[in-house]
């Protein structure tokens, strides 16, 4: 059955409202404020962002885990032979969307993406669980393994 046979049921958007009174004049406040709430009620991953990149020959989307945010950005960390982080390195504009369905709340944001300092790569890297750090050295992230064997051995 096609999508003309059957309409796709839409739900009706009446939660939340914005009032420019709520909203400021600071954009970094007000996600700020959302973001608390989204932690605060329990909305799963809640720092879960889709990352928009331009790659040689097409755009692509995934999903990336905020680590922090401030004035001067969003930071979230990946290998720097993703396929995320080549297409940052030829080309650094990126997008990223949050969506709180339960908030019914989306949140929109365009950029310049620039890397972190390698201290603070460093400092994160080392932070992530033991199996983490070593699931990373041993893998290519975006890459196609051979077999689990060979992934294994690494």
């Known amino acids: 059955m096609s999508t003309e046979d059957k309409a796709i049921p839409r739900s009706e958007y009446d939660r ?9 004049n600071d954009p970094m406040m007000l996600f700020g404020r959302w973001f608390e709430a989204a932690q605060a009620d329990g909305l799963p991953e809640p720092h879960a962002v889709a990352l928009a990149t331009m790659g040689p ?7 990336v885990l905020l680590q922090s945010f401030d004035k001067d950005g969003f930071v979230f960390y990946t290998n720097h032979n993703s396929r995320k982080a080549l297409d940052l390195e030829r080309d650094p504009r990126a997008a990223l969307t949050f969506y709180w369905p339960a908030h019914e709340r989306q949140i929109r944001i365009e ?3 620039e890397h972190v300092t390698a201290e603070t790569s460093d400092a994160y890297f080392r932070s992530r669980p033991r199996e ?6 041993s893998s290519d992230q975006s890459r196609p393994v051979d077999d689990r064997d060979t992934l294994e051995q690494r």
């Open 57 to 63: 020959l097409t755009i692509s989307c995934r999903m």
């Open 16 to 24: 939340s409202t914005l009032m420019e009174d709520d909203a400021g």
């Open 111 to 113: 950029g310049k993406a």
């Open 132 to 137: 983490s750090r070593i699931g990373a050295w």
